[in-house]
């Protein structure tokens, strides 16, 4: 099965493509997602580096397989907060000229519909929405611009952004760790990989379902 993404968003030809330097190569492309660019495939190069790491692939020298993948979680959890605060304050300085109606490829990139939809899901969720759009491609890039346009308080935005960027770093990272060791992942990685995008997006139903449950057993009450 043809993985459904350009070569150039193939996490795997990404990651090869760093030669020496892998992890620290997809620590600058989660930074650079995380704070503006949301045109990358950060959930499966969380993944696929804990896969390669399974594989021996990935290594340090000194470093047992367990200790290479505690590294890997420590710099990638930093990556992705680091561009969480770079994202907030980018949106704090010049969000609004950045989200304006423009043509072209960067008017689809930025269209200001985002910035609707986001500020729908702050308004739902509050401040769990930071936590719960980490999971959620794009959405993940935008919350952080939209937490820095909206002036959030920067004390209650790094700690709820800190929380999702641990569960999110550490966990699929870990997730793609142990999945790498078993032969069905190993034989179907274009598959796995179409199938993280999907499951990413399971923590924002199960909100909107609890969410739908309160209202309803509020408006019975």
């Known amino acids: 099965m043809p993985l459904l993404l350009p070569d150039w ?15 620290w190569g997809v620590a600058l492309l989660i930074f650079v997602e995380c704070a503006i660019w ?5 959930d499966s190069l969380l993944f696929t580096v804990g896969m390669f790491i399974s594989y021996g692939s990935i290594t340090f020298v000194g470093l ?32 609004p000229p950045l989200f304006k109606q423009r043509e072209g490829f960067w008017g689809k990139v930025f269209d200001p ?26 959405v993940r890039t935008f919350v952080t611009l939209i937490a820095g346009i909206g002036k959030m308080e920067f004390k209650t935005f790094i700690v709820w952004t800190s929380v999702g960027g641990v569960i999110w770093g550490v966990g699929v990272t870990v997730l793609g760790f142990y999945l ?18 999907l499951v990413s997006l399971l923590p924002m139903g199960v909100e909107a379902l609890l969410q739908r449950r309160k209202a309803k057993a509020e408006t019975q009450g």
């Open 180 to 197: 790498g060791q078993i032969p069905f992942f190993q034989k179907n990685i274009d598959a796995v990989l179409v199938m993280i995008v």
């Open 9 to 23: 968003l193939d996490p795997a030809k990404i990651i090869e493509a760093l030669g020496p330097w892998p992890l």
């Open 113 to 138: 519909k985002y910035v609707a939809k986001t500020h729908e899901l702050l308004g739902k969720y509050g401040n769990k929405a930071l936590v719960l759009a980490r999971f959620v491609p794009f």
């Open 64 to 95: 047992a397989q367990w200790e290479v993948l505690v590294v890997a979680c420590i710099v990638l959890t930093a990556a992705a907060i680091a561009g969480n605060v770079a994202g907030y304050w980018l949106g704090h300085l010049i969000g």
């Open 38 to 42: 949301p045109i990358l495939p950060g």
